[in-house]
């Protein structure tokens, strides 16, 4: 194939930490592939001496849902993630998020671990679970821990997760219960090259018809993803209205770096998609959460 020597399926967490250890950093992890064979077939990625497949190992290939959250295992596609009617219920923005990402085929077998291993700014997948307050589990020589998903990310494609010695096994997050909701929205550009002009998720939590807990992600507006927590500071504690949400949308804007790119949009354009589509997202997961608008 030209990007690698030999492919590995191992069928448990602690073989495949085996053969990552074997090959010493001259092995990667790989998921579904849809970005890692496209950058080593375009040549963007040196041959590696073996691929260890994640996708493959036993019982990570499946959703479940503990008391206080819903696991998703680093197999699990796109795909499934959108048509699992608990995530579709109680991580809404999750389900929005993913269904955006390629086309069927790349949705079929593109994974969310892989969306957040490989660490871009606007990760469809990631901003959808970073909204929900996501955490990853991460398995190497030394074991496993858990850590929020916000904290994974580095700079543009770069991660905590060393994927030439770790696996990002799992993901979970707490789902959204009785007056929680959330929601996500991208825009693209209508034609051309399919680059996110900008992408953005919210959860909020309303107690009769007051807002008292708040998450906004975004990107891309800078080398990793955005959290807007002085706009989600100044919704914890208003009513859930259009007003409220006017207020948030301004102090997103009075905050965020908004950059001209030629293969995206101009600064402008990214500010007033950001006026145009927060409020309604924002108006979603109100409505989702209980909230009488
Ligand atoms: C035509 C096309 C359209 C696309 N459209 C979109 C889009 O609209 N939105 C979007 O967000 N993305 C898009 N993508 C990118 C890609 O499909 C997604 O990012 C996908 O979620 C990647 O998952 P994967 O399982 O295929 O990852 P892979 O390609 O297998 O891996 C990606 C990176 O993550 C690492 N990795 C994968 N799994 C693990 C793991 N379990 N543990 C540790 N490291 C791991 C790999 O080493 C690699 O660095 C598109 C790709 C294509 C080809």
């Known amino acids: 194939m030209g990007g690698w020597k030999n492919y590995y399926t191992p069928g448990t967490v602690e ?36 691929m260890v497949d994640a996708s493959r190992i036993a019982g990570l290939d499946t959703i479940t849902q503990t008391e206080d959250s819903i696991v998703i295992g680093c197999g699990v596609t796109h795909t499934e993630i959108v048509n699992d009617v608990r995530i579709i219920r109680h991580g809404q923005c999750l389900a929005e998020s993913c269904s ?37 589990e991460i398995a190497g020589t030394s074991g496993r821990r858990w850590i929020p998903a916000r904290d994974t990310f580095i700079g543009p494609g770069k991660s905590v997760i060393d994927r030439h010695r770790e696996v990002l096994t799992r993901l979970r997050f707490e789902p959204t219960g009785s007056g929680e909701g959330s929601a996500f929205h991208r825009v693209m550009r209508p034609q051309g090259l399919c680059l996110p002009i900008i992408s953005m998720a919210a959860r909020l939590t309303v107690d009769g018809g007051t807002i008292t807990a708040a998450s906004i992600s975004m990107g891309p507006v800078g080398p990793v993803p955005w959290f807007a927590e002085p706009a989600a500071e100044v ?45 309604l997202i924002l108006a979603s997961a109100a409505e989702r959460a209980g909230a009488q608008l």
């Open 235 to 279: 919704l914890i504690g208003g009513p859930a209205n259009q007003e409220q949400f006017e207020k948030a949308v301004a102090i997103v804007l009075a905050n965020v770096t908004l950059r001209t790119s030629k293969y995206r949009a101009t600064e402008e354009y990214r500010s007033a998609m950001i006026r145009t589509y927060l409020p």
């Open 15 to 50: 073989e495949a930490i085996a053969v990552l250890r074997d090959y010493d950093g001259r092995a990667r992890v790989i998921g579904g592939g849809t970005d890692l064979l496209v950058e080593t077939r375009r040549g963007l990625r040196r041959p590696y001496e073996a």
């Open 100 to 136: 955006v990402i390629g086309g069927p085929q790349v949705r079929n077998v593109g994974t969310l671990a892989g969306n957040v291993a490989h660490a871009l700014p606007a990760g469809d997948g990631t901003i959808g679970l970073l909204a929900l307050g996501g955490e990853v």
